[in-house]
Every structure is written in structure tokens, then in C-alpha cells.
């Protein structure tokens, strides 16, 4: 979810641990007892506005489109390298800037219709042409010439310039009969047709706002048809009544659990824990200046955090360590930078030099050398007025955690002369105030991909809105800055990882000195299941794996009814390693993986 908006994009997450919950939508009374479906009813935070997947950016609605719809390419469950999708295997030109794939046989869409490269072309030819359709994916598409299908089994991307992204092309792709019908108009298409056309494991049969989603599983999947009949993720608006679910039988996995509530489950009966690392990340986001591409300021921020003085000044007052222990009794990493450190390629770690630690009388030094003197009252001025730093702090209502962090931070920042007014909100609310530009400071989060283009790319001055109605949402903090974009398009063409590694690094040490967001914490994900019924969960990555918010549908494609252990196997079990020979081509080729927004990162 993104802030508050928090999006492990947090939310991972799919919601942080994108979070959770499913309710058992029973059939038919008059149904005899062995036609009842076999139903895994997976707990969720949030609540779907759109099965449109191109117009989906948070957790849940990622999790439903990677679920219903499948990609050219997929991540491996070991260890996040690319994996065949649609695609069997690719080739790239010499020239770097055609790349060839070909296409899967027999893949039928779920209303019977054969899956060609046509859909894909078709797909890729929307993204290319219609604003809505490639809002999530135009740092990718912007550098195609052109993409066609000259048959059935043969996709063509052609490029204006060389790239790391081609094996990164894990949007939904989306049955042409039925979404020619909407071209030029895809932002208005929301996609309630049940049940849905797709060529995924599962395809949405039923919807309730704020109920639950319900899936039927597609017996006829080329990978192989799922152990059970339907996938259900019932709604839960707080941590505890998804876990009272789990105790009574009601629920078969949560995730985004708290502390207490996983260290009360130990031990529970047909209930089995799961601690992960996770690949989603906390944090607070200044309101650093709302304001459009040609510079047009809007929303109601406060000017005082405009100062990167005294953004590193909160910084410096931020106690994140103490809250890790007291918020997440020590089942958490500190945050640094927006790239966890479950990818570690391309994770920052500052030089002793850059480091903030924290330290009361750092920040006091930094806002009286930039000229915030202290009133009679305590609360320090802005130097040019009388105004007080009194700032908004904005939380989500429906995360009891982050009600507790606003404590603490209101009690150091007072130590440094600022005055906090805490609000919560619904998540809902804080996402439309967060692009609005109406708020201070909020809490935001987002669940990261494999690759850092798309992450970083939310700081770049080219996803500043055109207006501000508040309809755009790429940018994720009004930051801009050319150094840092320049930076940025230089990493999106480096093959060489070592060297692209380290352009990534110096984007975050930039966004860690001028701190338009400060990273509180990289948060385990802390899930549970009812082992006494399922079995077989694929966890991704293969070391502190987790099973919700995953890159992939692995946990979900390969778990299995307790009675059902000794089924036969699917394609999980040859891809979940890895597509071997086809990652060689790209790696003699020199390039890596690169994962692009709404698929790749999700708000939380």
C-alpha cells in the first residue's frame, strides 16, 4: 500500500506483508457434501478498486492480476532470477535493440480463446499508445520502436536504445478480443466482467467490497491446474480479527501479522509460523512541495519542510532502533534506503562520514545554524516569519503500529523544538491527501522488486503531475532533482552490474542526504498458516522465504490440501529454480533484470 498511504507498491506486503484475508464463501446449502470446492482463504488488509491491471497499484490488486493474468517472463522462487513465462526462450540482436521471444503453445485464455503473440503484441502496442495503460510501465515501453508478431509463436521488440529491462516484462497480458474494446479508454475500464477472461492459475468468479474476492482455479493451466478448487481472500479491517479467523478455522493464511500476535500463535495447534525477510520497507514522506512539471506549487504542506535542514534534522531525532524494539520487539532491520537488504546487490549502506544516527543535539545544532530559533513557548519559528514548525503527522487508522511510532516521533521531535498534531486516516483517505499534496509528514511504505528502476524512479522529475487533481500517482514525494535523474537513466542502460550497482548506490545516498522520505525500518514478515490442513508451500526466496507478497504465484500454485500431499507435481517444480539455459542468453549479452512499477513495486 503506499503510504498511507503508505505502497510491501507496503505492503509485501502485499500490504507489508501485504497482508491479508479471506472469507470462507460457502456453496450452496443444497450442494451435496462431495461437491463442496476445496477453498484456500488466504487473510487481506486491503480491498480491490479495480481488476484492471494495468490501473491496480496496490498489494492486493498485484497479487489478483499476477494471479488471473500471465507475463512474458516470471521471477524465480529460489532466488529472483528471470524464469520462462509466456515465453519459452528470447534472444537478443547483437546491436542490442531487437529482441525476439517465442511465444508458448497451446496457452488458452480461460473463456477458451487461444493466447498468441498477438495478445502480446496487442498488449504491449496499448501500453505504448494509451496514457492509462502504460502509466505503471512508461520508464519501459517509452524506449520501444515498435513490437509486432509476425505469427503465432513470434514476438518482436524492437528499441530505441539498448536497455536492462527486456527480461523484465512481467505485466499482465491481456486477452486482445476483449480489451480491443477498449483502447483510448482503458483508465475507465474497471474490469467487474466475472468471471474474468485470463490465461492465469486462478480467474475472479465473485467480488464483495470489503468482503472478500473469490477465485476459481483454472483446471485447464498449461503449468499445470492448482491442488484445489478456489482461492478466497477475505476482508479483515484489523490485524486481530484476521488472527481470530485463523484460531477459529475460518482462515488458512495470514500475513502481516504483528509481534504480539505471532508470538501468541506459537504453539497453537495445527498452526504454523512463518518468519521471512522481507522485501518491503516502512517509512515517513515529507510534504517537500507539492507541485506540477512546469513548477506550479499546490496542497496545503507546510513550507518549513521544503529546508532539507530540517528534514535532516527529524532524521537525526528519529529513534529507529528503539523502535524496532518497542514497536517491533526486535523483529526488524533499520531502515537506510529504499532497496531492502533481501536485495543485496543493490542495498545501500552509507559511509561513517553519511551515517545518521540518533542524536538529540545533532538535530538542535542543524536547525539553529539554519536559523529556526525557539518561541517563549518552546516550538521553534521559521527564520524568515513568525510561523511554527507545528507539523501534521499523518497515520493510517487501521494500523495500530504505526499509532504507536507517532508517539515516539512526537516525543523526540518535541526535544528539538517541533510540535506534532497526530491524524489517522483510511488508507483511501491518505492515499488521495498524499497526491493531493494536503499533508505534512505521512507514513508510507512500498513492497520492492528484484531490480531498482522502478523504486527509484518514483523520485524523478519526469513523474511529477501534469496538474494537480491528485488522478496522477506516480511520484511518491514531489522530488526532483536533475543530478539524481541523470543518474538515474544511466543505470537503466549500464550492463555491467558491478558498475550499475554503483550508480544505484549513489541515487540513494543522494536521497539519504537530502532525506525527502526517511527510511524507519525493513520489517520481517510475519505470517501463519493452518498446517493442519495445507501442505506444500513454495516460499520465495528459498532462504527466509515468505508465502503472501510474493514475486510470483509459487506458494499459491503449489499448496496442497493435506489430503491431497500425494498429488502429482506441476511446472512449480522445474521453474522454481530457474530457467537455466535462457538466462545464459542474457547474461552473455551482459544484462540484468529490471522491474518497472505497479507489477514490480506495490503501495502499502
Not at 487481506?44 to 492486493?60: E, G, H, K, L
Not at 466482467?193 to 498449461?222: C, H, M
Not at 491528485?470 to 536533475?482: A, H, L
Request: glycine fraction near 6%; charged fraction near 25%; include cysteine.
Amino acid at each position: 500500500m503506499r503510504i498511507a498511504t503508505a505502497r510491501w507498491r507496503h505492503a509485501t506486503a502485499l500490504l507489508a506483508a501485504f497482508a491479508c484475508v479471506t472469507a470462507l464463501v460457502l456453496p450452496s446449502s443444497a450442494r451435496a457434501e462431495e461437491e463442496q470446492p476445496t477453498q484456500l482463504v488466504v487473510a487481506a488488509s486491503q480491498s480491490v478498486d479495480t481488476f484492471n491491471p494495468f490501473m491496480s497499484f496496490f498489494a492486493i490488486g498485484y497479487t489478483v492480476a499476477g494471479l488471473s493474468y500471465d507475463s512474458l517472463i516470471d521471477w524465480s522462487a529460489t532466488d529472483f532470477n528471470p524464469v520462462p513465462g509466456l515465453a519459452t526462450k528470447w534472444e537478443e540482436s547483437a546491436d542490442h535493440l531487437t529482441w525476439t521471444y517465442t511465444i508458448r503453445k497451446g496457452v488458452k485464455f480461460s473463456d477458451g480463446t487461444p493466447l498468441t503473440a498477438r495478445d502480446a503484441e496487442f498488449t504491449y502496442n496499448l501500453m505504448m499508445t494509451d496514457e492509462d495503460a502504460r502509466a505503471s510501465s512508461s520508464d519501459l515501453v517509452e524506449n520501444f520502436s515498435s513490437v509486432d508478431a509476425p505469427n503465432d509463436t513470434t514476438l518482436v521488440i524492437r528499441l530505441k536504445r539498448p536497455t536492462n529491462q527486456m527480461l523484465a516484462l512481467d505485466n499482465a497480458i491481456v486477452p486482445r478480443h476483449i480489451w480491443e474494446k477498449h483502447e483510448g479508454k482503458v483508465g475507465d475500464f474497471k474490469n467487474f466482467d466475472f468471471p474474468l477472461a485470463g490465461s492465469g492459475p486462478f480467474q475472479v468468479v465473485e467480488f464483495k467490497t470489503d468482503q472478500f474476492i473469490r477465485l476459481k482455479a483454472n483446471k485447464d493451466y498449461w503449468a499445470g491446474a492448482p491442488a484445489y478448487d478456489e482461492l478466497v481472500f477475505r476482508y479483515y479491517k484489523t490485524p486481530d480479527a484476521s488472527v481470530q479467523a485463523l484460531i477459529a478455522g475460518e482462515v488458512d493464511v495470514v500475513s502481516g501479522l504483528t509481534p504480539a500476535a505471532y508470538k501468541a500463535l506459537d504453539g497453537k495447534a495445527g498452526i504454523t509460523l512463518n518468519r521471512a525477510a522481507n522485501r518491503r520497507f516502512g517509512a515517513i514522506t515529507f510534504n517537500m512541495g507539492a507541485r506540477t512539471k512546469d513548477g506550479k506549487e499546490f496542497g496545503d504542506g507546510h513550507p518549513a519542510l521544503k529546508d532539507k535542514a530540517v528534514r535532516q534534522a527529524i532524521h537525526y531525532a528519529t529513534n529507529k532502533d528503539e523502535l524496532i524494539a518497542k514497536v517491533n520487539d526486535g523483529m526488524a532491520l533499520p531502515g537506510i534506503s529504499y532497496i531492502p537488504p533481501i536485495f543485496d546487490t543493490y542495498h545501500y549502506e552509507p559511509s561513517d562520514a553519511d551515517k545518521v544516527t540518533f542524536d538529540i543535539d545533532k538535530a538542535n545544532q542543524i536547525l539553529d545554524e539554519a536559523g529556526y530559533e525557539r518561541g517563549s513557548d518552546g516550538i521553534r519559528r521559521m527564520p524568515d516569519s513568525d510561523e511554527p514548525l507545528k507539523f501534521r503527522l499523518h497515520n493510517h487508522s487501521d494500523t495500530p503500529s504505526e499509532a504507536t511510532d507517532s508517539e515516539f516521533l512526537k516525543g523526540w521531535w518535541k526535544q528539538i523544538g517541533i510540535e506534532v498534531t497526530i491524524e489517522a486516516a483510511d488508507f483511501t483517505k491518505l492515499n488521495d491527501n498524499l497526491y493531493l499534496g494536503r499533508y505534512d509528514i505521512i507514513f508510507s511504505g512500498w513492497g520492492v522488486g528484484p531490480d531498482p528502476t522502478s523504486i527509484l524512479s518514483l523520485h524523478t522529475c519526469g513523474v511529477l503531475p501534469d496538474d494537480a487533481s491528485g488522478t496522477q500517482r506516480d511520484t511518491d514525494t514531489f522530488y526532483c532533482n536533475p543530478a539524481y535523474d541523470r543518474l538515474h537513466e544511466q543505470q537503466k542502460a549500464e550492463s555491467d552490474i558491478a558498475k550499475r550497482a554503483a550508480i544505484v548506490k549513489e541515487m540513494q545516498r543522494i536521497l539519504y542526504t537530502d532525506a525527502p522520505v526517511i527510511t524507519l525500518r525493513y520489517a520481517d514478515t510475519l505470517e501463519a498458516y493452518r498446517s493442519d490442513r495445507w501442505t506444500g508451500f513454495i516460499k520465495q526466496p528459498s532462504t527466509r522465504g515468505m508465502i503472501s507478497g510474493q514475486q510470483g504465484n509459487w506458494a499459491y500454485m503449489s499448496a496442497r490440501p493435506i489430503e491431497a500431499e500425494d498429488a502429482g507435481g506441476s511446472r512449480v517444480a522445474l521453474f522454481v529454480g530457474g530457467g537455466a539455459a535462457v538466462v545464459l542468453i542474457a547474461a552473455a549479452a551482459g544484462f540484468v533484470v529490471v522491474r518497472r512499477r505497479k507489477t514490480a513495486d506495490e503501495r502499502e
